[in-house]
């Protein structure tokens, strides 16, 4: 016996959790999301949380990422206390060669609508004096910010269910197959039949893709964050690599690794994250670093979001990314604008999977 829904997400973390609550405000009749884990055990569990725009390159990117950050005001409002908070972003550099490269990102992020200033020293240490006086000067825009992740994808799927939203948890899908107009999902639990299906499984986009024949050039890229114990605060914006927690702990780390989906934690990490945090804001010399953690990003292939109708296959979409905490909101209304409404409110082609082919 299967069970009937009409749309089915594979994968509950920011994305599917992201595309249920945006699609269930639209139609909350039978929508189902099925999680082989719980939805925070992946990247959404493990990662920095910046809602950041100000340096997303091209330009086209960046005005995407805009649109995204946009929409998060007013989904804070809709869906709770998701703490959002706009600090503003600073990319501080430290050479003249890296001042032109600021000036000719200011100049293209312009066109699309994303004010950038370039600061000098004195004008970035007044407005973030914990910063290294090295420094020498600085990208600042007002748009960017953070976003407490668990929080974000508890309220998503709080809000979910209430529009009556079904959430599966420890269920992993197994196989999928096509039948007269249906996908049949199978997974360890039980079979379900759906009309339209989304693969949002992040790191697993590619393995769940090869169920219905699809090379998904998604790989997973290991990120280490190292975190500091609680301090008073002391910085304001979001910097470029590390920002303070609205409880006070500091998370630092950039670091990308292919490492397969091995998400452990290494001390030369620990060494060089160490490193590049002093010299960015040399007082977390006297902080004391209480954990690490290592999360997988969702890498697709040019590092560009894979996302729309999946070609060839009536009613399948897909939705896999990095930055997917910054691209949720304006991800889920897309994807549900598309299988509400069969288009989109901006043009996605750029997205489109069949970049790929
Ligand atoms: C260290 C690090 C720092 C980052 N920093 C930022 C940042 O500052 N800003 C930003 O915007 N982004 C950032 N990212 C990226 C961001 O976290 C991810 O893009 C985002 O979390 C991806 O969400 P997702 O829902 O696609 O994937 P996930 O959260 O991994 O969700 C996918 C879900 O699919 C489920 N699943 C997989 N296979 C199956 C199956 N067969 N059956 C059922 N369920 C399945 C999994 O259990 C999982 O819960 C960072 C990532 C890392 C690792």
Not at 256 to 268: H, I, K, N, Q, Y
Not at 324 to 352: H, M, N, Q, V
Request: negative net charge.
């Amino acid at each position: 016996m299967s069970r009937e829904y009409e749309t089915v997400i594979i994968g509950g973390g920011v994305i599917g959790s992201g595309i249920a609550y945006h699609l269930s405000e639209s139609k909350s009749d039978g929508i189902l999301v099925i999680d082989k884990n719980f939805p925070l055990s992946g990247s959404s569990g493990s990662t920095q949380a910046w809602v950041w725009v100000h340096t997303k390159t091209p330009s086209w990117y960046g005005e995407f990422s805009m649109y995204s950050s946009e929409l998060y005001g007013y989904l804070h409002r809709k869906i709770g206390d998701i703490e959002f908070i706009r600090t503003g972003g600073i990319c501080p550099f430290f050479s003249e060669n890296e001042r032109e490269h600021a000036k000719s990102l200011a100049e293209s992020q312009a066109q699309v609508g994303i004010e950038i200033q370039v600061l000098d020293r004195d004008e970035v240490l007044a407005r973030e004096p914990a910063l290294s006086d090295k420094v020498l000067g600085a990208t600042y825009s007002r748009i960017d910010g953070n976003v407490n992740p668990m929080r974000l994808v508890e309220q998503y799927m709080k809000a979910a269910k209430i529009n009556g939203v079904t959430y599966e948890y420890y269920n992993k899908v197994t196989d999928i197959e096509k039948k007269q107009g249906s996908f049949l999902v199978t997974t360890e639990k039980g079979l379900f039949t759906c009309k339209n299906l989304v693969l949002s499984a992040g790191v697993w986009t590619h393995e769940v893709g090869k169920m219905l024949g699809l090379d998904i050039p998604v790989h997973p890229v290991r990120g280490q964050v190292m975190i500091t114990e609680p301090l008073a605060p002391f910085m304001k914006y979001t910097l470029d690599g590390l920002r303070q927690a609205s409880n006070g702990e500091v998370l630092i780390g950039y670091s990308r690794e292919e490492a397969g989906f091995d998400r452990s934690t290494s001390l030369d990490f620990i060494g060089s994250t160490a490193n590049f945090a002093l010299a960015l804001v040399p007082d977390l010399a006297k902080a004391k670093i209480v954990r690490s953690f290592s999360g997988l990003r969702v890498m697709p292939k040019d590092e560009f979001p894979i996302l729309g109708p999946i070609p060839g296959i009536e009613n399948l979409y897909i939705a896999a990314m990095h930055s997917g905490i910054t691209l949720s909101p304006l991800a889920g209304t897309l994807i549900s604008e598309l299988i509400t409404e069969g288009e989109t409110s901006i043009p996605i082609e750029r997205y489109s999977i069949t970049r790929f082919a």
